[in-house]
T-cell receptor, first 115, second 115 residues
């Protein structure tokens, strides 16, 4: 099925460990982004990309890295996990970053717990 | 200043009744898009409805309509004939046309439909 695929769905990390959350889309979307969702705070943008080779920081980028080597993939790397990074992470993509009608297609989310 | 404000953390509605979820936004960009997303307890984000800043008519999608009051910068979601399956979190979001690089999300409204 076409869409945004996120893996894993659940993950438990120990403080200080690193890991990569995977995100892939097969809709040839230019724009991809990562959000974290915390109770009472809505969705906050971590990083985004407007095309292969181009990434930029969002509202809460500290502790996370991204890269966009292909149109399809946009992995999110946690460098040294901290309990404050316990959250639900969503990857989302859309057709064009300059098209105001471009709604997001979201992945199913990754529930991350850092202990 | 918050770009998107949702002032109703929780709402209750009787089944088959209509309900309005409030959303106000803040932007100086004359070109923008407004979106509503639904997040059921299963966690996925589902696109509901879109309104463009230049659209003359309020958007409608089935039982969903968007009450767009541009001068007041409000974009309230109206759900008619509520169903039990409408119980979920609802997020209002905005994408500005100037850059279009970011979606701004509100903190959400939790809707519970009472049988």
């Amino acid at each position: 099925n076409a869409g945004v695929t996120q893996t894993p769905k659940f993950q438990v990390l120990k403080t200080g460990q690193s890991m990569t959350l995977q995100c892939a889309q097969d809709m040839n979307h230019e724009y991809m982004s990562w959000y974290r969702q915390d109770p009472g705070m809505g969705l906050r943008l971590i990083h985004y990309s407007v095309g292969a080779g181009i990434t930029d920081q969002g509202e809460v980028p500290n502790g996370y890295n991204v890269s966009r080597s292909t149109t399809e993939d946009f992995p999110l790397r946690l460098l040294s996990a901290a309990p404050s990074q316990t959250s639900v992470y969503f990857c989302a993509s859309s057709t064009s970053y300059r098209d105001r009608e471009g709604g997001y297609t979201f992945g199913s989310g990754t529930r991350l717990t850092v202990v | 200043a918050q770009k998107i404000t949702q002032t109703q953390p929780g709402m209750f509605v009787q089944e088959k009744e209509a309900v309005t979820l409030d959303c106000t936004y803040d932007t100086s960009d004359p070109s923008y898009g407004l979106f509503w997303y639904k997040q059921p307890s299963s966690g996925e984000m589902i696109f509901l409805i879109y309104q463009g800043s230049y659209d003359q008519q309020n958007a409608t999608e089935g039982r969903y309509s968007l009450n767009f009051q541009k001068a007041r910068k409000s974009a309230n979601l109206v759900i008619s004939a509520s169903q039990l399956g409408d119980s979920a979190m609802y997020f209002c979001a905005m994408r500005e046309g100037r850059t279009g690089n970011q979606f701004y999300f509100g903190t959400g409204t939790s809707l519970t439909v009472i049988p």
